[in-house]
């Protein structure tokens, strides 16, 4: 019997060691070579940081927190001609072309109580430009 507590203890001493052992010089094994990192600093890669892009348009009808009676409205508004506009509200999205006179014009339905309606317009590049209204339908005579 006293032959394994022997034997338990010299094993558990070389385990103990060989975790110390590991503790202490783990972090130089695992350390980094940085003499092989290099930059190469001849020739810079150009980085354009807050570009603008070229997107814009404008929302025309309906104005920003308006109040309609009808159950419907339609979102009009001028962008560059031949992009993309994307339409989406809490029930529906719509994808059209913008006319080559850069109008647009989407109809959609109005459910009971604020609306927001999104509008994104993307160009040939892949540009965006999102603007997002809020259109409150109430049924009641106002």
């Given at each position: 019997?006293?032959?394994?507590?022997?034997?338990a203890?010299?094993?558990?001493f070389?385990?103990?060691?060989?975790?110390?052992?590991?503790?202490?010089?783990?972090?130089?094994?695992?350390?980094?070579?940085?003499?092989?990192?290099?930059?190469?600093?001849?020739?810079?890669?150009?980085?354009?940081?807050?570009?603008?892009?070229?997107?814009?348009?404008?929302?025309?009808?309906?104005?920003d927190?308006?109040?309609?009676?009808?159950?419907?409205?339609?979102?009009?508004?001028?962008?560059?001609?031949?992009?993309?506009?994307?339409?989406?509200?809490?029930?529906?999205?719509?994808?059209?072309?913008?006319?080559?006179?850069?109008?647009?014009?989407?109809?959609?339905?109005?459910?009971?109580?604020?609306?927001?309606?999104?509008?994104?317009?993307?160009?040939?590049?892949?540009?965006?430009?999102?603007?997002?209204?809020?259109?409150?339908?109430?049924?009641?005579?106002?």
């Amino acid at each position: 019997m006293k032959r394994d507590i022997v034997i338990a203890m010299l094993i558990g001493f070389v385990g103990g060691v060989i975790v110390a052992v590991g503790i202490i010089n783990g972090p130089a094994l695992f350390k980094r070579n940085s003499t092989n990192l290099s930059l190469d600093k001849t020739n810079p890669v150009p980085v354009t940081v807050g570009a603008q892009n070229s997107v814009n348009f404008s929302i025309d009808s309906p104005p920003d927190n308006s109040i309609q009676a009808e159950k419907s409205t339609t979102v009009k508004g001028k962008a560059e001609a031949k992009t993309t506009m994307v339409v989406d509200t809490d029930s529906d999205s719509f994808i059209s072309d913008v006319s080559g006179d850069g109008t647009f014009g989407q109809t959609v339905a109005l459910s009971e109580g604020a609306n927001r309606i999104q509008v994104t317009n993307y160009n040939a590049k892949g540009d965006s430009e999102t603007k997002t209204i809020t259109v409150f339908y109430t049924p009641e005579k106002l």
